[in-house]
């Protein structure tokens, strides 16, 4: 079992920056991939960005590639999303999830087990 808690969320104006942080408990986390989510009420849930056990293999979804970059630290148990250049239409919850998933499946949210409560992230304009 894998237990995940996000933090880092928050209110910041239009082209700032925040740090979430995916905090993992269990002692299998470095063998799972884990993707971060977001989702707006009343939208499905979009795919944001994945990295692979070792944070060797990342994806992103194209409209925050070159602003978002994720990262793991295994050691800390532990995944980064740092968003950049952050723009009204990020506004959003902001979930990590986790499991054993391949590369093709990094933006399917089906195939991840793990999943955290959301941290909420507001870009005001």
């Known amino acids: 079992q894998v237990h995940l808690v996000e933090s880092g969320g928050g209110l910041v104006q239009a082209g700032g920056s925040l740090r979430l942080s995916c905090a993992a408990s269990g002692p299998t986390f470095s063998i799972y991939a884990v993707a971060w989510f977001r989702q707006v009420p009343g939208r499905a849930r979009e795919f944001v960005a994945a990295?692979?056990?070792?944070?060797?293999?990342?994806n992103y979804v194209d409209s925050v590639k070159g602003r978002f970059t994720i990262s793991r630290d295994n050691a800390k148990n532990a995944v980064y999303l740092q968003m950049d250049g952050l723009k009204p239409e990020d506004t959003a919850v902001y979930y990590c999830?986790?499991?054993?998933?391949?590369?093709?499946?990094?933006?399917?949210?089906?195939?991840?087990?793990?999943w955290g409560q959301g941290t909420q992230v507001t870009v005001s304009s």
């Open positions: 999830a986790a499991g054993r998933v391949r590369y093709s499946d990094y933006s399917r949210d089906s195939r991840y087990n793990y």
């Open positions: 990295t692979n056990w070792s944070g060797g293999s990342t």
